[in-house]
């Protein structure tokens, strides 16, 4: 599978879900995840992501991202078409420590 990592965090670009042929990805407030079970692992959406915040789970020392996508990837709702990314999206691109800091 592919995950969603720290830098999509108030990113939320959404490219993402235009690609992806599953529409795996879920929505919260700040962040896409994509759904470990239904991800087909075509890639496709890695590269279509302004934030680079998509990895294969095979890059090691992801297993907490897997983790938080597999947990809320159950609880978020489905995203399948792409609306407008935050208007700040550009001012948290490559900061650190997202996840702690904005995360909900
Ligand atoms: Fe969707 Fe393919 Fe990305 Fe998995 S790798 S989330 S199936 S676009
Ligand atoms: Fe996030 Fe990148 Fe998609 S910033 S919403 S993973 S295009």
């Keep these: 599978t592919f995950v969603v990592t720290d830098n999509c965090i108030r990113c939320k670009y959404m490219d993402c879900v235009e690609v992806c042929p599953v529409d795996c990805f879920y929505e919260g407030e700040n962040m896409l995840v994509i759904h470990p079970d ?4 075509c890639g496709v959406c890695e590269p279509e992501c302004p934030a680079e915040a998509i990895f294969p789970d095979t890059v ?17 709702p489905n995203i399948s078409i792409k609306r407008d990314p ?19």
């Design 60 to 76: 090691p020392g992801l297993d907490n991202w897997l983790k938080l996508n597999a947990e809320y990837a159950s609880a978020w």
């Design 86 to 104: 935050p208007e700040d999206a550009k001012e948290f691109d490559g900061e650190k420590g997202k996840l702690e800091k904005y995360f909900s």
């Design 38 to 41: 239904e991800c087909i692992d």
